[in-house]
């Protein structure tokens, strides 16, 4: 970018919460951070009314604005890597984190076994855990909120999501991620979400990649297993479409891709049944679906090219088609991919289990979603040699 990147940055918090905020400035001094308090601490609980105040609060002459939540726990060396993200998507929001059961996670992990760099937020809210829009528009969303407090939703992250669209900004996401989340009592009564952490944190993952880089994953299918309805699902994209992707039961993309869907279905009992044998305590049908999540996924990777573009939307080389079980499990074996596909299980089982009992079953359940993942490879290799003997 012609112009070098010039960050001011608040903390968002509560009077209850102030200890937290002061200790995150004090982990960064580099960043030279100032705190934002609700403004009407005793009032009902608003996080749009302390976002509002937050964005408001752009430094004079910054030329982009990142708000971090209390909360919120920075990457080692934060303020380089953030920079070369900035240069890289000087005109996007970057969100610096996205929730291991957010939609945009299943999207994350496309990428991590690609190495693929950056995705875009799909989520119906924008993840406001640590957030960075350029200085101007910042300023514009803070103003604008304070003005319409009673009218905006109360969440902040789904009036920025609002509020972006309407602007045609987009949202992007690093991977792995800046940013990991460390909750305390939710302030807005989201306890029953179960933890909300990080799809995948870098630090949990080694050295970074060039998130200088530009890439960005433009995916044609992306599986995923909503925590929050329960629905397995793969959204393909479909420009014709009103939001560009067109969402399918998993069993409807199964049979698209030519899959029996009932011996996919007996195979997930059936290895789910063998898994419990030695993992009793959680529920048949989340794990089921689960399983189907994780299989279809393997198809995907097997069927589709990892594409990627850059920010101006320009197609980019594909990379390594993984249609073999070779290149496959190279893909999965990195430690960002290994990561991401561990947090499949925690993410979208949190609301089915203890997440004590989900911590201490993490590594197996990762193993659950690696075989399941392989057989879905397995299946789509199987299906394309038998249409290539038919021909």
């Known amino acids: 970018m012609s112009t070098p990147v010039s960050l001011s940055t608040v903390i968002m918090t509560h009077p209850t919460r102030l200890d937290r905020a002061r200790a995150l400035r004090q982990r960064h001094p580099e960043l030279d951070m100032r705190i934002v308090v609700d403004p009407v601490p005793d009032g009902e609980r608003c996080t749009l009314r302390t976002a509002a105040a937050a964005w408001s609060a752009v430094g004079d002459g910054a030329t982009h604005h990142l708000v971090v939540q209390d909360d919120a726990v920075l990457c080692d060396d934060f303020a380089n890597r953030l920079t070369a993200a900035l240069e890289a998507y000087p005109t996007d929001g970057l969100a610096l984190f996205c929730e291991w059961g957010g939609d945009t996670s299943f999207m994350l992990r496309l990428a991590a076994v690609g190495g693929i760099p950056w995705v875009e937020v799909t989520d119906h809210y924008v993840p406001s855990v640590a957030l960075v829009l350029p200085a101007a528009l910042g300023r514009e969303f803070g103003e604008s909120a304070s003005q319409n407090l009673h009218e905006w939703a109360k969440q902040d992250d789904v009036s920025l999501r609002i509020f972006l669209n309407h602007h045609g900004v987009r949202v992007v996401c690093p991977v792995p991620n800046l940013v990991e989340h460390d909750p305390g009592p939710s302030l807005t009564g989201n306890d029953h979400m179960g933890p909300r952490k990080s799809a995948c944190f870098v630090d949990d993952v080694g050295p ?35 939001l560009g992707w067109r969402p399918e039961p998993a069993h409807t993309a199964l049979r698209h891709r030519g899959l029996d869907t009932r011996a996919v279905t007996r195979q997930a009992q059936d290895e789910v049944e063998q898994w419990r044998l030695d993992f009793p ?48 499990d190279a893909a999965l074996s990195q430690p960002a991919a290994a990561r991401a ?24 359940l990762a193993s659950l979603v690696g075989r399941s993942l392989r057989l879905g490879h397995e299946a789509a290799v199987a299906r394309r040699d038998r249409y290539r003997v038919a021909r």
């Not at 995916?219 to 909503?226: E, L, N």
């Open 341 to 364: 596909l561990a947090t499949m299980s925690q993410g979208t089982l949190r609301t089915a289990a203890d997440p004590g009992v989900l911590a201490v079953l993490e590594s197996p």
């Open 281 to 328: 305590g959680l529920p048949t049908e989340p794990l089921n679906r689960l399983w189907i999540t994780a299989f279809l996924t393997g198809v995907v990777l097997t069927d589709d090219p990892l594409r990627s573009v850059t920010p101006a939307g320009e197609p980019l080389p594909d990379g390594p088609a993984l249609d073999d079980l070779a290149r496959l």
């Open 208 to 242: 970074l990649p060039d998130h200088g880089t530009a890439a960005l994953l433009y995916p044609m299918a992306v599986p995923y297993f909503s925590w929050f309805s329960g629905e397995t699902l793969c959204v393909v994209r479909d420009e014709a479409h009103q």
